[in-house]
């Protein structure tokens, strides 16, 4: 009996060796790489912007315009969303910095219709050069 169990053991394990082999046998193989590192990030200033808004007569957002973005940030794409209070975005927009001399400023349109009601703050962000 104990013959018969080593047996069984040893065949149960050359199958899922077998069966473990034929699985791995139907992987792709290729030369694509993966890697991993680190990199030091820098900003260029975004954490201290502040915006203005225009509000039509229908007291909804037409445009906002943020100014005094850091000459730094020249090249970068800066992005904006109007937030409501609960943290959902209801709109975004994104432009890219150009013409920048001691500082930059960018203007944004084409919002939507967002009640200026329901903006509780801006949301900035900048990613580019």
């Given amino acids: ?26 992987l792709a193989l290729g030369s694509r790489s993966v890697s991993a590192g680190n990199a030091s990030v820098t900003s260029c200033g975004v ?15 037409t445009q906002v315009n943020v100014a005094g973005i850091p000459a730094t940030c020249a090249g970068a794409t800066l992005s ?5 209070s609960t943290g959902a975005a209801l709109a975004s927009s994104s432009t890219t910095l150009t013409g920048c001399t001691t500082t ?5 349109t084409g919002l939507g219709t967002i ?3 329901n903006v509780a703050r801006f949301s900035f962000g ?4």
């Fill in 115 to 117: 009640s200026a009601a």
């Fill in 47 to 61: 954490s201290s912007l502040t915006a203005t808004r225009k509000v039509d007569n229908s007291g909804n957002v």
């Fill in 1 to 26: 009996m104990k013959l018969l169990a080593k047996f069984l053991g040893v065949a149960l394990a050359v199958a899922a060796t077998f069966a473990a082999c034929g699985a791995a046998a139907t």
């Fill in 126 to 129: 900048a990613t580019g050069p």
């Fill in 104 to 108: 930059c400023a960018a203007t944004f």
């Fill in 80 to 84: 904006i969303a109007l937030v409501s």
